[in-house]
Structures are given as structure tokens and as C-alpha cells.
């Protein structure tokens, strides 16, 4: 008993001396890492561990955990400073120069590629949207014309009106959208032959059965555009989704570079004012951290950090698994060198995949902070807060320019600003 509290508190005192944020993002990678490692070499037969001896082992026997755990602490402590080195890789800062070119190269050709992709289906929803638009209401204005001025349906005319649309019907039943070209073509037919017969017909006319099929196009037909444009709307949808986390107005090196610039056009593009302007002086007005309530904004921008640590951290650490191929070459086992050159770059890919995604989080929680916060450092920058979204703009715009245009005076106002 005495050695579990020992254990604990070796593990509470290490605690104390780092930030939850250095538990999640560096000793967690290092622990994981280290773990792969260990299981690697008792597989390799270098060291002769085993799970089922360790748990049934007393307690007086694992005394040297806490010496384990310090040595990680070690570890993970010296390992941190390979998180911004990693970071610079990955967004191709600290690329060569000739590397950098040659992969900025190759994405802004996939990106222009995506542009197109995009304009087309933009374009593509433009046109569904006012095919729809106008052809439906030149159906109803040819309905109301015939209604008015048309002469009693004839069966088989209506039927041949009908039987035109069916096929584009069937077709969309099958997933085969009809393009907008053949669309029109079939609202225009359409729409001359319901100016030339009325369609409102009571129930015991005896043409009845013929409006009804005129009708009955019509409403076909109506459906049909109305359903291109939703085909258009998620044909544009899943095209911006795919291309969400690709700069193609402004591509960078890498996706990494990509992400991170889209994150920080955010602030620029909804209220006109630079991130990094904005975001160092928005951090010092974020609520600070709390180790009872972890819902603040900066725990949770902390806890997005510490996520992104984890991951790039885990992707450098993971290289070092493809040290035991050449060790596995050295001793002529040729089953555990293939199977560390399968599993290995599968790891790598995914934490970097990983990465990826923790840096859309933060991008997140970082968008949520600058709607939430924004306003409150214009209070702490004593000024009035805007009315509109093109004031504040502009408010931004000349904050901004201040330090290089002399003759700009803004107004201070202490008003909303607390003691």
C-alpha cells in the first residue's frame, strides 16, 4: 500500500512542476513512442518483458516506475523544442529553398486545378439556380396564358407533351442529372404547348383527362429543375468540402502552409484587420486557465495547442521507428524488416494526417475566440464600438495604419473600457 502512495505522489509531484498542456502534447508522445519501442525490442528479443508477469507483479516490485516516469519527464522536457522544428518541416519554412520552390511548384498546379473545380461548380449552381427560377415561372406564365386564351387539350398532344419528360425523369431516377442545355430545351417545348390549351379544367370536362397529363408534365417537369439545382448545390458542396484545406488563391508549399494561411485570412477576410495584428492582443484579454473549470476560452485554445503538440510531435518521434530497418537488415530477419517497413511509413502517414486535422481544430477554437473577444479589445484600445460590420472595418483599417500614417487621429473613448 505504502508503495502505491509513493507512486502517486512521485507522479502528483511531477505534476506540479508542468502545465496540462506539457502532459498532452510532449510526455504523451514520448510515452507512446517510447512504448512502440519497448515492444519493438522484446520483439526483436533484445529485452525480455512481459505484460503478464507486470501485472501480476506486487507493488514492492515496481519501484521503478517513478524512476521510468522521470526519465520520460526527461525526455519529453528535452524533446519539446523538436515541436517548432517539426512545425517548420511540415509548413516548409524550414525546407530548402530548392525543396520549397519544387513543392510550391507541384501544389499550385493541383491547386489551379481545384480553382477550376470550384469556378465550374459555382457556375454550374449559378446556372441550375436561374434555369429554375425563370423556366418555373414561364411554365406557370404559359399555364396561365393558355388557361386564358387556349383551346380545350387534346388527349394525344398531352400524352407526347408527357411521354418528352418522362425519359429525363427515369433518368434522374437512375442518378444521370440532364443538363441544364436539354432542360431548357424541354421547359421551352413545354411552355408553347401550354399556351395553346387550357389546363384548369373541372373534374367532369371531358378534355379533364388530357389537362391532367399537361399538368402532370408540368409538375414533372418543375421537379426535375428544381432537383438539378440541388444536384448543382451538393455538387458544390462536396467540392468546396474537398477543397477546403487547399489555399487555391494563394497556394503555399505544403498542406500544412495551406491550412495555416487559411486560418489566418480568417480575420482579414470577415473584419478586415491582419492576424497578426489582431491575434497578440487578443490573447492578453482571453480568460485564464483554471484547473476546476476548463471551459474558458484559453483552456480551450490551450488544450487545441496541446493537440497540435501532440500531433507533430508524435509524427518526428514516429521517424524513429524506420531506425530498426537497418538493425533488422544487420541481423538477416527479413520478416520483421518488411513488416516495420509496412507498419512504419502507415504511422507516419497517419499522425500526419493527424496534424493536419489538430491544426483545423485550433483554427476552430481560434475563430470562435476573435468573433467572441474582437470587440472587447476595441474596448481596451479605447475605442467606440462600431455600428456596422463596414465601420468596424474600417476601424481596424485605421488601427492598423497608425504607427505609419501620422495624420490618422482616431477618437478615444473611455466609456466602455472597465477600470
Keep these: 500500500m505504502s508503495s502505491a502512495v509513493g507512486i502517486s505522489g512521485a507522479v502528483e509531484v511531477f505534476k506540479g512542476f508542468f502545465s496540462r498542456g506539457f502532459w498532452f502534447g510532449s510526455f504523451l508522445p514520448v510515452l507512446i513512442i517510447a512504448g512502440i519501442h519497448v515492444v519493438l525490442a522484446a520483439w526483436a528479443g533484445l529485452i525480455d518483458v512481459s505484460l503478464a508477469d507486470l501485472v501480476k507483479a506486487e507493488l514492492d516490485k515496481l519501484i521503478a516506475i517513478p524512476l521510468v516516469t ?21 509548413d516548409g519554412s524550414l525546407l530548402p529553398q530548392r525543396v520549397h520552390d519544387r513543392l510550391w511548384r507541384d501544389h499550385m498546379i493541383a491547386a489551379r486545378k481545384t480553382r477550376s473545380e470550384v469556378d465550374d461548380a459555382t457556375q454550374c449552381l449559378s446556372d441550375a439556380g436561374d434555369l429554375n427560377a425563370r423556366e418555373t415561372a414561364l411554365l406557370q406564365q404559359a399555364r396561365a396564358e393558355g388557361n386564358k386564351n387556349g383551346a380545350d387539350p387534346v388527349q394525344q398532344t398531352a400524352q407526347d407533351a408527357l411521354d418528352k419528360i418522362i425519359p429525363l425523369v427515369d433518368a434522374a431516377d437512375k442518378g444521370e442529372m440532364p443538363s441544364s442545355a436539354e432542360l431548357g430545351k424541354q421547359c421551352k417545348a413545354l411552355s408553347d404547348t401550354l399556351k395553346l390549351w387550357k389546363t384548369d379544367l373541372d373534374e367532369n370536362h371531358r378534355h379533364h383527362g388530357a389537362a391532367v397529363l399537361l399538368t402532370s ?32 488563391d494563394n497556394p ?8 495555416r494561411l487559411l486560418i489566418e485570412k480568417y480575420s482579414q477576410d470577415t473584419y478586415g484587420v491582419d492576424f497578426d495584428f489582431l491575434w497578440p492582443r487578443l490573447q492578453a484579454l482571453l480568460p485564464g486557465q483554471s484547473e476546476k473549470d476548463t471551459g474558458t476560452m484559453s483552456d480551450k485554445l490551450g488544450m487545441a495547442s496541446a493537440q497540435i ?8 518521434l514516429s521517424l524513429t521507428v524506420f531506425l530498426w530497418l537497418p538493425y533488422f537488415v544487420w541481423t538477416g530477419d527479413p520478416v520483421k524488416f518488411f513488416a516495420i517497413a509496412a507498419i512504419a511509413p502507415l504511422l507516419t502517414v497517419f499522425l500526419y494526417f493527424v496534424t493536419l486535422e489538430s491544426q483545423i481544430a485550433f483554427g476552430a477554437v481560434m475563430r470562435a475566440a476573435i468573433d467572441t473577444y474582437r470587440l472587447k479589445l476595441l474596448d481596451e484600445l479605447c475605442q467606440p464600438r462600431p455600428a456596422t460590420l463596414a465601420d468596424e472595418r474600417e476601424l481596424w483599417w485605421q488601427l492598423q495604419l497608425t ?17
Design 70 to 90: 522521470f526519465v520520460l519527464v526527461i525526455l519529453a522536457y528535452a524533446a519539446t523544442p523538436i515541436i517548432p522544428l517539426v512545425r517548420g518541416f511540415l
Design 309 to 316: 503538440d501532440f500531433s507533430v510531435l508524435s509524427l518526428g
Design 252 to 259: 503555399q508549399a505544403t498542406r500544412m502552409a495551406d491550412i
Design 403 to 419: 504607427d505609419k500614417l501620422r495624420q490618422l487621429n482616431p477618437v478615444y473613448n473611455y466609456s466602455n473600457r472597465k477600470a
Design 217 to 248: 408534365a408540368q409538375a414533372k417537369l418543375t421537379a426535375l429543375l428544381k432537383d438539378a439545382e440541388t444536384h448543382a448545390e451538393h455538387h458544390m458542396d462536396a467540392v468546396l468540402s474537398r477543397s477546403s484545406r487547399i489555399a487555391y
